[in-house]
């Protein structure tokens, strides 16, 4: 139990070799909380860029190990949303079935961040069922999540980012990076929807920043094609899809946003 705890802290505090070693050796003693190790190593596998091993292992882990939303925290990366949402209201839905209260707020909140990205007004529903599960509870994260979907379900049409610094500093206190990264990623959304290429090019830079360690860096990724931006390189991403099928159904998120807004107009 406590080389699990020690290896789930390292992870969140950006240890991932340290994280990686202890998953293994909890999933190879095949215990209590194997399940929870090896959905800790398909974690580690997807914050790498190692999607097709994260993938592969999301498969074996069924209930126990949260098989549907670790699977729908691989499929949103790729652009694919509706996928995304589906699993995570699959898990949502299982999580209510076994009576466990912070699987079920924390996978409806990632429903209602990817679903923010492609339907605001469906975004809403998910935002509200979200608040409720929420009651009573005390995960930092997934308030963090929330909070940040409702960024997304707003973006293009952002009166004022002071929503979001205020967030991004409560988010950095809390030391939590992955928060942070996918608060920039609401950003990078929001910039690219106006066409403020420079402001999504800032937000890069910070991306580089947070991710400095290669955890992560399929944000930076992202938040390029969001913006229809050329990689500076070779990326070391490996996603399930194409890199071109991924750049393309971002690409096609942001497009889709700005319809929705002239429609609004």
């Known amino acids: 139990m406590a080389v699990y705890y020690l290896a789930k802290a390292q992870r969140d505090l950006g240890d991932s070799a340290g994280s990686r070693a202890g998953m293994q050796f909890v999933a190879d003693g095949d215990g209590r909380l194997a399940p929870a190790a090896r959905r800790g190593l398909a974690h580690l596998a997807r914050l790498a860029g190692d999607f097709p091993t994260a993938l ?9 190990g949260r098989q549907h939303r670790v699977e729908g925290d691989i499929l949103w990366p790729h652009g694919d949303v509706h ?31 990817v679903l923010a ?46 929503t979001a610094r205020a967030l991004r500093t409560e988010i950095r206190d809390a030391g939590i990076t992955a928060a942070e990264a996918v608060l920039e990623l609401a950003l990078a959304f929001h ?3 106006v066409g403020e290429t420079d402001q999504v ?65």
């Open 117 to 162: 990205f492609t339907d605001p007004d469906q975004a809403d529903d998910e935002l509200h069922l979200t608040e409720q599960y929420l009651t009573g509870l005390d995960l930092r994260a997934t308030g963090f999540t929330l909070r940040t979907a409702a960024l997304i379900r707003e973006a293009g049409a952002l009166p004022s980012l002071d």
């Open 56 to 64: 592969v292992t999301a498969r074996t882990l069924g209930w126990a």
């Open 201 to 265: 090019r800032a937000v890069i830079d910070r991306l580089n920043e947070l991710t400095r360690t290669g955890d992560h860096a399929h944000y930076v990724d992202i938040a390029h094609f969001m913006a229809a931006l050329p990689l500076p390189g070779s990326s070391a991403i490996r996603w399930t899809e194409s890199e071109e099928h991924v750049r393309s159904s971002w690409r096609r998120l942001v497009e889709a946003r700005q319809e929705h807004l002239r429609a609004e107009d």
């Open 191 to 193: 910039h690219a929807v």
């Open 83 to 113: 996928r995304a949402a589906s699993a995570y209201a699959t898990a949502r839905d299982q999580a209510e079935n076994h009576g466990v209260a912070g699987e079920r707020a924390t996978s409806q909140a990632q429903r209602a961040l």
